[in-house]
């Protein structure tokens, strides 16, 4: 079911079941059987004897079957219907969307962490806290423990690569040119490079200590390379594919957060890489390989940012091609290709062995008009 909200959020759609079944063999405990002699007696003429008594076999004691150690439940995963909100909104009007959500269907939040550069509460991250690149936008512990009181889930969106505030800050962490300025991605600023083992620790350390705060669960966006092409950017010499680089990070990154705390992890795809490999490897998000380490995938399946078959923006004169459907005017056919990407997600990841993301669609809920 899609929602429209209003405000420039979008929805998050899941339905996911586990099926656990264990079953105990407790052995059965074996009794031990106990040997009887026949008394005997010798006659003496003389004097009688008194009659020998035989002496009773020990009872062994039987060896106690150790109680099994009881397996906790698994914890049923949360079919989220969650809103996305900025650091700032949430701050504002969290209390309008926790009455949104009891008095809806919803019952998820995502809440952004790190935005542009900046993570959105006191971090105590000494980097952080060096180069300032926090703002007390929200208290953390209390908007938890609102969204908690009211049984809301707690998704902490941390946008990655696309970090204006480090990457100005350690110029030596971001994306250059070949001329070795700093490169920017128009009026976005500027990325930190996701082959820099600073970046990646950085980032992982925010994660660990949002889950610390009591976030429900940890969500990466902008996990992938610019859209750049290699006439625009360099990233330094003998690197692994982009592929490798993100699927790597989202690996250690699941690891160690989980050494905290067993909570889901999830990344946000772009939509187009459900159907175009080659876009896919161009940022490093490789369909068949990017789900492997991680809870969930968020596919951004939005249909105005799909190619268009105007002279306008997204136009190319043709349209754009899902699942084997030619949709010339796709944000004008909402359902048909968020219907069709997910089709083709969902043959694609029954074809991959060990597949471990579960999808949860981003939704946008506005539009973009076509000329």
């Known amino acids: 079911m899609i929602k429209r909200i209003l405000g420039n959020t979008a929805i998050i759609i899941i339905a996911s079941m586990i099926f656990v079944s264990c079953a105990t063999n407790i052995p059965k405990e074996t009794g031990s059987e106990i ?30 079957t150790p109680t099994p150690t009881p397996t906790p439940e698994p914890k049923e995963p949360v079919k989220v219907k969650a809103l996305y909100l900025t ?13 949104l959500a009891n008095r809806t269907e919803l019952n998820s939040l995502v809440i952004d962490i790190k ?22 936008v929200y208290n953390a512990k209390e908007l938890l423990k609102k969204c908690h009181d009211n049984n809301i889930y707690v998704i902490g969106r941390i946008v990655v690569f696309r970090d204006n505030g480090l990457s ?3 110029p030596e962490y971001a994306i250059k040119k070949p001329n070795g300025n700093l490169w920017k991605e128009g009026n976005m600023g500027s990325w930190t490079n996701p082959y820099k083992k600073e970046v990646l620790d950085y980032n992982i350390e925010i994660a660990k200590e949002a889950v610390k705060l009591g976030f ?20 330094g010499e003998n690197n692994p ?24 992890i999830s990344a946000d795809i772009f939509g187009i890489v459900i159907e ?15 789900g492997i380490n991680i809870d969930y995938i968020s596919p951004m399946i939005y249909p105005s940012h799909y190619a268009n078959a105007s002279n306008g923006m997204f136009g190319n004169g043709v349209g754009q091609a899902i699942n084997g459907v030619l949709f010339t005017a796709p944000d004008l056919e909402p359902y048909n290709v968020i219907y069709q990407a997910l089709l083709k997600a969902k043959t694609r990841i029954s074809q991959v062995p060990g597949y471990k993301a579960e999808m949860r669609p981003y939704l946008q809920d506005f539009t973009i008009k076509m000329k």
């Open 35 to 64: 040997a009887e002699t026949t008394p005997t007696s010798s006659i003496n003429t003389q004097s009688p004897l008194p009659e020998k008594t035989a002496t009773p076999t020990p009872v062994p004691t039987p060896t106690p």
């Open 87 to 99: 650091g700032g909104i949430a701050a504002k009007n969290i209390d309008h969307y926790i009455d």
């Open 115 to 136: 935005e542009n550069g900046i993570i959105n509460y006191e971090s105590q991250i000494p980097l952080a806290q060096e180069l300032s690149l926090f703002k007390k």
């Open 168 to 170: 100005n800050k350690m």
């Open 216 to 235: 429900d669960e940890i969500q990466f966006d902008y996990v992938r390379f610019p859209t750049a092409s290699s006439k625009e950017v360099t990233y």
């Open 241 to 264: 594919s982009k592929s490798d680089a993100i699927g790597d990070f989202l690996k250690r990154a699941s690891e160690e957060i989980k050494n905290v705390k067993d909570i889901p």
């Open 276 to 290: 175009s490999d080659r876009d896919g490897k161009a940022i490093g998000q490789l369909f068949d390989e990017i």
